[in-house]
């Protein structure tokens, strides 16, 4: 098993940042892919960002591309995703997620692609 919390939510307003975190405990060795997801109010959960084991491959969704930063630091199983310039659409509940998958053969932009999640941590930007 995998166990992931997450933390850095908050208030911000918009076009401020924040820096999301997401400790892994565990049967990390098992893990492949790291990824961020959201899930706003009335909404169905979707993909954010996601990194490779290696740090070498990321992904993001179009709607974060180019304010956000997901990285990683494996020798404390720490996953980071930093968010800018941030918008009130932004406001939802992260969630941490962790795949056994590599993300060269599946499409880690699927949740069910993902074994592993945390409780979420809430972002709200306001206008």
């Known amino acids: 098993q995998v166990q992931l919390v997450e933390s850095g939510g908050g208030l911000v307003q918009a076009g401020g940042s924040l820096r999301l975190s997401c400790a892994a405990s565990?049967?990390?060795?098992?893990?492949?892919?790291m990824g961020w997801f959201r899930q706003a109010p009335g909404k169905e959960r979707e993909f954010v960002a996601a990194?490779?084991?290696?740090?070498?491959?990321?992904y993001y969704a179009d709607s974060v591309k180019g304010r956000s930063t997901i990285s990683g630091d494996n020798t404390k199983n720490l996953v980071f995703l930093q968010m800018n310039t941030l918008k009130p659409e932004d406001t939802a509940l992260y969630y941490c997620a962790a795949s056994p998958l590599a993300s060269e053969y599946v499409n880690i932009l699927m949740a069910g692609n993902y074994d592993y999640w945390g409780q979420g941590t809430q972002v709200t930007v306001s206008s």
């Open positions: 565990g049967r990390t060795f098992s893990i492949y892919t």
């Open positions: 990194i490779s084991r290696n740090g070498h491959r990321t």
